[in-house]
């Protein structure tokens, strides 16, 4: 997750279930977490499953690789979804 940096004094944000940190001032923000409750009780599915969803999503957004796996993922799930 994010890297914060000892003695500075942060603004915490949600989300949906995941957590941000930004420093006071600035518009920047990191992942620092999710909230896995709220995962639980919005999509169903066991917390772990969509710790790993958030954690592929979050790493697709620096890795133009993982972004193009991401994007044929999501134009699947788009054909199959107005298919079914």
Same mark, same amino acid.
């Given at each position: 997750m994010g890297n914060l940096t000892p003695g500075v004094t942060y603004i915490y944000e949600r989300d949906g279930p995941t957590i941000y940190a930004r420093e006071f001032g600035s518009s920047e923000r990191q992942v620092v977490g999710y909230d896995q409750d709220l995962e639980n009780k919005?999509?169903?599915?066991? /917390? /772990?499953t969509m710790a790993k969803i958030m954690g592929i999503y979050h790493m697709s957004l620096n890795d133009p690789g993982m972004q193009e796996l991401w994007n044929q993922l999501e134009m699947l799930y788009n054909l199959k979804k107005t298919h079914d």
């Open positions: 919005i999509l169903g599915m066991p /917390s /772990s």
